[in-house]
């Protein structure tokens, strides 16, 4: 049982001490797991490690949909938490950073190709859809990079999702 304290017998300045050493308390203790948060909001895309559910939890919180996101990849298999992201397993952090910079550069090979083929095909496109300007990169680069890519190991586990959703109406299945 914890023992009551008495609040009235402590200045504003010292409960408000007192509670930021909780808070810094609870979001720095560690459960074993590693949780890697993707946030976006407003433009703004970051990555945060943290290593406790709860101070993920108040993460999610901060950033509910209505003001950003955060996609969670953890190592935890049996994660409760709620956000508007997705949640992922990850089998560790180095699986992790391998998939994420494969994932990245196949994204740009293909954005790369997209309008490097577009560039090429002006002509034949309407003016008010043609890029204004040539792409910085050439076909030799995009084949420097494919390269890039096939010699990246794949002998990682992808992310595997925790929280199915339902799309229609967002209920969590059990």
């Known amino acids: 049982m914890t023992p009551e304290i008495d609040f009235t017998q402590h ?40 290593f406790n559910e709860v101070a993920v939890n108040d993460l999610c919180d901060e950033y509910n949909g209505d003001n950003g996101f955060v996609d969670v990849y953890t190592t935890n298999p049996d994660a409760k938490i709620n956000n508007y992201g997705e949640v992922n397993h990850i089998k560790s952090v180095e ?30 496109i309407p ?29 990682y586990e992808e992310p595997t999702s925790i929280n199915k959703k339902n799309e229609d109406n967002d209920e969590d299945y059990e």
């Open 95 to 124: 699986d992790y950073e391998m998939w994420s910079k494969s994932n990245q550069l196949v994204g740009f090979i293909k954005n790369a190709e997209d309008r490097l083929a577009k560039w090429n095909d002006r002509d034949n």
């Open 127 to 155: 003016f008010h859809s043609r890029p204004s300007f040539a792409p910085i990169w050439s076909e030799q680069d995009i084949l420097g990079w494919r390269n890039e890519l096939e010699l990246l190991e794949w002998n």
């Open 11 to 50: 200045s504003i300045e010292e409960l408000r001490e007192l509670q930021n050493k909780i808070s810094h308390y609870i979001h720095t203790r560690e459960d074993g797991f590693i949780y890697i948060c993707e946030c976006r909001s407003y433009g703004r895309n970051w990555k945060q490690t943290l």
